[in-house]
């Protein structure tokens, strides 16, 4: 196999919600493309024909990543253009694309990123916390105490830290941090980008208790301050 002679894998940016974030250079990639990578061909199905698209398909997810890998490989090795997308944002962060864009570049394959919209940026920037250092920690354990000893690890934790989590555990995983991290300031959003997007501020508990008043919904994003002083860690920021 010569590298002249493949594809180019290119990771591919999709809306967290509104259409329109959608860049005019990922859907003229999505146009081009020879296969496109997905974790869920209905979802992205739907999300194409909006699109006017209609691309051959294959589910790339979690449970599957490992076998689908070869034949990704394959595809692009015998000169075929492959994007890889996630149900919603950039594919990699919570969503699987680790093992295919290490598998490709151990091949000589060109993988190329076509950036577009991110949770975990639109998130930090409205959050009104220091986003000069940060860390995303992801979905952490669901419950119990590997949820606890996770939180743990973060007491001394001096950057801003980046959290994901459902509406069915929202509730509980502020009550984590209000017990394990103590009292910070944080910032909470869901659904963004959508039409009920919102944004709470404010100490743990008072978060707790606006989310408390009302049924959860859509995804969230938590972002809590790191334990140094206020305005300790704030500085120029760097590009992300």
């Not at 691309?55 to 090795?77: D, W």
């Not at 354990?141 to 001096?158: F, V």
């Not at 049924?215 to 140094?228: A, L, N, S």
């Amino acid at each position: 196999m010569t590298v002249d002679a493949c594809g180019c894998l290119f990771i591919v940016s999709t809306p967290i919600g509104n259409m329109a974030d959608l860049s005019p250079r990922a859907l003229d990639r999505l146009r081009s493309v020879d296969l496109i990578a997905c974790e869920d061909t209905r979802h992205t199905g739907l999300f194409l024909s909006r699109l006017g698209i209609k691309k051959r398909l294959v589910q790339y997810h979690n449970i599957n990543e490992t076998k689908r890998t070869p034949f990704i490989l394959e595809t692009l090795s015998s000169g075929c253009d492959v994007a890889l997308i996630c149900d919603a944002g950039t594919p990699g962060v919570s969503d699987p694309a680790y093992r295919i864009v290490r598998a490709a570049v151990e091949h000589g394959i060109p993988v190329l990123p076509i950036p577009g919209p991110s949770a975990v940026l639109a998130a930090l920037v409205v959050s009104g916390l220091p986003l000069d250092r940060f860390v995303f920690e992801g979905f952490l354990p669901s419950r119990g105490m590997k949820r606890l000893k996770s939180l743990e690890a973060l007491i001394n934790e001096p950057r801003t830290i980046v959290l994901f989590e459902s509406p069915y555990r929202i509730i509980n995983l502020l009550e984590s941090v209000l017990s394990v991290l103590g009292e910070r300031d944080i910032s909470v959003s869901r659904e963004l980008t959508k039409l009920f997007e919102e944004t709470v501020r404010g100490s743990v508990s008072s978060v707790l208790e606006a989310l408390k008043r009302k049924k959860p919904r859509g995804e969230y994003t938590v972002v809590i301050r790191g334990i140094g002083k206020r305005g300790d860690h704030e500085g120029p920021s760097h590009h992300v």
